[in-house]
């Protein structure tokens, strides 16, 4: 996975902005590291991403939870890659977790930042074999890809949950093969069965080169194991 962060410091406010992007995925992890005074458990809903009152990039449900040991605390929320084209055009954002003071922070040099993550996205599909420049069409999964994925027994009885980050590569036949975990769960039956019900399930549209004819592609997924469990 790519990984870009700035640590900003004013004052007595000190922040740390994130952007954790797996090759293939659809949607880009904003990671907000921050000091605050100590706080227990988990916080979650709605956190906005903006430039300006009144212009948007995101809102959307976030978690936020305390760094074991120390005063400061995590948010993690996800946007699209769109969302991330956008911010590379801007100067400044601010990041807001429901009722909590917003962090606004300065983006200097936004553009080439996320040309280098692109950039590092594009040299780990290369390092799996595919040349990411002769894409003309991304594959197209067929069906519902939430239908995929069912709750393993074993886990649902014990109440286990969690995410697992796969990714896998799409053959020119359309199947899901080569599954691997990029960042486990921490529980071994979750991350076997997003892989193991990946493989059995998963079909696709291939992707087409630009020389017209069917090319492998690899994409990643974050799989959020719940009561319901949600593939994105």
């Not at 004013?10 to 100590?38: M, N, T």
């Not at 076997?192 to 059995?200: I, T």
Request: hydrophobic residues 40%; contains cysteine; charged residues 25%.
């Amino acid at each position: 996975m790519c990984l870009l962060t700035r640590s900003y410091a004013d004052g007595a406010e000190k922040a740390e902005l994130g952007f954790r992007l797996a090759p293939g995925d659809d949607q880009v992890e904003v990671v907000l590291l921050r000091f605050e005074q100590p706080t227990k458990g988990w916080r979650r809903g709605s956190v906005s991403m903006s430039f300006g009152a009144d212009k948007l990039l995101s809102s959307r449900n976030g978690v936020s939870l305390p760094v074991p040991n120390t005063d400061q605390r995590l948010l993690r929320f996800f946007i699209s890659r769109s969302g991330l084209e956008t911010l590379g055009k801007e100067s400044a954002v601010t990041i807001e977790e429901h009722r909590q003071p917003p962090v606004a922070m300065t983006l200097t040099s936004a553009g080439k930042a996320v040309a280098a993550l692109r950039k590092c996205e594009s040299d780990q599909i290369r390092g799996w074999g595919i040349d990411p420049d002769m894409l003309a069409t991304r594959p197209v999964p067929i069906g519902d890809m939430s239908d995929w994925y069912a709750y393993p027994l074993r886990a649902a009885s014990e109440g286990q949950h969690g995410e697992t980050i796969i990714r896998w590569r799409i053959a020119t036949d359309g199947r899901a093969k080569d599954c691997a975990v990029l960042r486990s769960s921490g529980n071994s039956v979750l991350d076997s069965a997003a892989c193991e019900q990946l493989v059995a399930r998963g079909r696709y549209r291939p992707a087409i080169a630009k020389s017209g004819k069917p090319m492998d592609w690899f994409e990643s997924r974050r799989i959020v194991w719940s009561i319901a469990p949600i593939g994105l």
